[in-house]
């Protein structure tokens, strides 16, 4: 059965303090691994697609790497403002490319001044 | 560039009535996903829509159905509402390309309680 599992759950950090959320998934054949962001009572917001092994992608102070079974959401010198709850998702091979996505509980993090 | 709009923000329901939820996609976007987000979870697929018709399906009863309309706009309706339909209801719409792998967007959602 595919699955995704985020850890940790909650992650409290000071402003300027860098850190990596986790993202490890079982899968039929990767067809894309995403990362969202999502404010409390929002929908989730678009932040990066990954597709293969060693792939890296960045914007602004967030940086997403993928290996084989799990992948890292980087976050360098973060602010208040990157407060959120991160998802992470997976689209398997039998879904093809429009398969749904099956997702993380996500990462609550919290940026205090 | 319009997103993904749904409406309404907000419902209230008792148990045993119906509800209908709606969803405009991002412009040039063809595909329309509907979601299911309890409290503290991540949001688990209930459906998908492409040239009208139902292509994919969760785990999810009869009781959810939908629909997608010529102008790629889509409805979720829910029967005989339970109390655990009670969560954060989230369209994604997406652009059907042959070969390649899309992206789907998010809509703010419709937050759904029922009593």
């Known amino acids: 059965e595919d699955q995704v599992t985020q850890s940790p759950e909650a992650l409290r950090l000071q402003e300027g303090e860098s850190s990596s959320l986790n993202c490890s998934y079982t899968?039929?054949?990767?067809?894309?691994l995403f990362w969202y962001r999502q404010d409390p009572g929002k929908g989730p917001e678009f932040l990066f697609t990954?597709?293969?092994a060693g792939e890296e992608k960045e914007k602004e102070r967030l940086k997403a790497t993928l290996t084989k079974k799990e992948s890292f959401l980087h976050i360098t010198a973060p602010k208040p403002e990157d407060s959120a709850t991160y998802l992470c998702?997976?689209?398997?091979?039998?879904?093809?490319?429009?398969?749904?996505?099956?997702f993380g509980k996500g990462t609550k993090l919290s940026v205090k001044p | 560039d319009a997103g993904v709009t749904q409406s309404p923000t907000h419902l209230i329901k008792t148990r045993g009535q119906q509800v209908t939820l709606r969803c405009s996609p991002k412009?040039?976007?063809?595909?329309v996903s509907w979601y299911q987000q309890a409290l503290g979870q991540g949001p688990q697929f209930i459906f998908q829509?492409?040239?009208?018709?139902?292509?994919q399906r969760g785990n999810f009863p009869d009781r959810f159905s939908g629909h997608q309309f010529p102008n790629y706009s889509s409805e979720l309706n829910v029967n005989a509402l339970l109390l655990g339909d009670s969560a954060l209801y989230l369209c994604?719409?997406?652009?059907?390309?042959?070969?390649?792998?899309?992206?789907?967007?998010f809509g703010p959602g419709t937050r759904l309680l029922v009593l």
């Open positions: 829509y492409y040239e009208e018709e139902e292509r």
């Open positions: 998702a997976v689209r398997n091979y039998y879904g093809g490319s429009q398969g749904n996505l099956i």
């Open positions: 990954l597709y293969s």
């Open positions: 994604a719409s997406s652009q059907h390309l042959a070969g390649t792998t899309e992206t789907q967007y």
């Open positions: 412009s040039g976007h063809d595909t």
């Open positions: 899968v039929s054949g990767l067809r894309g």
